[in-house]
């Protein structure tokens, strides 16, 4: 089992920045994808940015140019710098991992989600 352990939002008047931390422990062989999610109320849960292994990243015109995602791989961590930030991007994000075992066997994890609040 892999834990994932979030931190950093909170609330911030528009136009601020956040930085988002998620940390990934327990029994870890590899870790493939890393990525934040988020989901306001009444939403369905959508992608705000995602980082292969390999460095590449990928985001939603939505947040594309405001939103960094990065990771450092020897502690497991993946982050989510968040700048020129707009009310409608109040939700709750989440942390996800694709998790290889050493058969290939993927499985993902999610976080347990924490909130972002931008007041206008």
């Known amino acids: 089992q892999v834990q994932l352990a979030e931190s950093g939002g909170g609330l911030v008047q528009a136009g601020g920045s956040l930085r988002l931390s998620c940390a990934a422990s327990?029994?870890?062989?590899?870790?493939?994808?890393m990525a934040w999610y988020r989901q306001a109320p009444g939403q369905q849960r959508e992608l705000v940015a995602g980082i292969t292994s390999g460095g590449n990243t990928n985001y939603p015109d939505s947040v594309k140019g405001r939103f960094t995602i990065s990771r450092d791989n020897a502690k497991n961590t993946v982050y989510l710098q968040m700048n020129s930030l707009k009310p409608e991007d109040t939700a709750v994000y989440y942390c996800?991992?694709?998790?290889?075992?050493?058969?290939?066997?993927?499985?993902?994890?999610w976080g347990q989600g924490t909130q972002v609040t931008v007041s206008s």
């Open positions: 996800n991992v694709l998790h290889s075992d050493h058969s290939g066997y993927l499985v993902s994890f």
């Open positions: 327990g029994s870890i062989f590899s870790i493939n994808r």
